[in-house]
């Protein structure tokens, strides 16, 4: 009716002519900042606290324009329930296709044969996985919380830690992983699935030894790649292909798409169950955007670049590590063989907490973490958990990594004085305008 003329009678019935413009059409035409100004302007000042922080936070990236374009496509309102070829609604044409190339980019870029693209995200790609292959009341063996692993893995406050029998492996004196602990407590309680892979674990974890031990208790092997699955596609970190019976995996942390979770296995005995536990039974319709925006990151990945960019991204958090270390924190385990690492904040007499606050007003954003057998609370810590994703993407070297260390350790030396932060907040903002996230 937009533009559209009406005869209207009036009360005098006097005919007149009015233009009548459809107020809903008109309004959903305007740019997010004419139609609703409170949230552009929120959203303007994140873009602007993206450009100006240091992200140090491990799991978090900075996905391309392509990646962002791709999510705020038409694809966000098309409802496509079941699998390309075989929808439950019709106009699926070009979900399809863009699905399928997700699936055969992401089969490419891990050398598997079965991917399935449509978890929400990771801790819905893990629940999917639980699912299909348990009962409640079923045993799994993983990493415990408290020494790297993830919620999602079996915490007391999460669903899979209420639904399913839990039992924890942990870390060795050198707080690198009990790898004959596993494998005594995966004899002793005969678990029905073997969960390796962690969010706060910094070195290879031998997922060949993992799938070993599977095998010899009749377990299914499921690594959560999720942090490392960036640095795997890179060839900068193992690959569990070929250790693992299922793999999942996040796709916004280092392997830099959209928010979502993936889920990938090589034999076909699998298929059934997994795609059935998506959909329907832990989902309903996919988030055709999000595939979009996967299908672009994925060929991001397969390209000679990414595996530069993984390679960096690793040497960037070696010389993070080393330089910390020459400043007189203690890095756990001593070291990263990965985009991660656990600062024990001891030495300096901060807290998790304290740091992570005083490093935020020099805008430096970071995550306070529980490093192993952590005298101090959850939500205190005595650790930092520090990643250099986000930081390379924008370009940034060993050079940047020496100068990100010795802001950290000024501020953390008197991490009460407002101006100390406001000086290093005013060189990192100087650093940030360098290397630049999106062109203007
Ligand atoms: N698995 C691991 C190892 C993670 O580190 C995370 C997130 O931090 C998840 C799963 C959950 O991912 P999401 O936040 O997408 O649900």
Redesign the pocket.
């Known amino acids: 009716m937009e533009g559209s003329h009406a005869v209207v009678p009036t009360l005098l019935a006097v005919p007149y002519t009015i233009t009548m413009v459809s107020p809903v059409a008109t309004r959903h035409r305007e740019s997010v900042n004419e139609s609703d100004p409170l949230i552009g302007e929120i959203l303007r000042k994140e873009e602007a606290r993206q450009q100006n922080n240091l992200e140090l936070i491990a ?1 978090e990236n900075i996905a391309s324009r392509a990646v962002r374009e791709a999510m705020a496509s038409a694809l966000t309102d098309k409802y496509a329930e079941g699998y390309p070829g075989r929808r439950y609604y019709g106009g699926c044409e070009f979900a399809d296709q863009v699905e399928q190339l997700a699936i055969d980019r992401l089969r490419e870029l891990y050398g598997v044969n079965f991917a399935n693209v449509q978890p929400h ?6 629940l999917c996985v639980y699912h299909a292959f348990l009962k409640p009341g079923d045993t799994l063996l993983s990493l415990s919380l408290s020494d790297g692993g ?4 079996g915490s007391p406050v999460a669903h899979s830690g209420q639904t399913y029998h839990i039992v924890s492996y942990g870390l060795k004196e050198d707080e690198t992983i009990d790898y004959d602990g596993l494998r005594r407590l995966a004899q002793e309680s005969r678990p029905k699935i073997i969960v390796s ?3 706060a674990y910094s070195r290879e974890i031998d997922f060949a030894f993992i799938g070993r031990v599977a095998k010899e208790v009749g377990a299914l092997h499921m690594c ?1 790649m ?2 490392y699955s960036g640095l795997i596609a890179g060839k900068a970190y193992p690959s569990p292909v070929g250790h693992a019976d299922v793999i ?1 995996s ?1 796709t ?2 280092s392997l830099r798409g959209p ?3 993936i889920i990938l296995y090589d034999d076909e005995q699998y298929d059934k169950a997994i795609r059935m536990a998506v959909f329907p039974g832990i989902q309903g319709g996919p988030l055709m955007h999000v595939i979009a925006a996967k299908a672009v990151a994925f060929g991001e990945a397969l390209r000679p670049e990414f595996r530069e960019y993984a390679a960096q991204v690793k040497r960037n958090a070696q010389a993070l590590a080393a330089a910390l270390t020459g400043h007189g924190f203690r890095i756990v385990s001593g070291g990263t063989d990965s985009h991660l690492m656990l600062v024990d904040l001891r030495s300096y007499g901060v807290t998790g907490k304290v740091a992570q606050e005083a490093l935020e007003h020099a805008n430096v954003t970071t995550n306070r973490n529980a490093i192993p057998n952590d005298p101090e609370k959850p939500f205190v810590t005595s650790g930092l958990r520090l990643g250099t994703p986000a930081v390379t993407t924008r370009g940034m070297r060993e050079p940047e990594m020496a100068q990100i260390a010795g802001w950290i350790a000024e501020v953390l030396r008197t991490p009460a004085d407002l101006g100390v932060a406001e000086n290093v907040k005013r060189q990192v903002i100087e650093l940030c305008s360098r290397f630049p996230i999106h062109d203007a």
């Open positions: 799991s995200c990771g801790a819905g790609a893990n993830h919620l999602t893995h892979g962690a969010s959560d999720a942090h999942t996040t916004h942390k928010r979502g979770g």
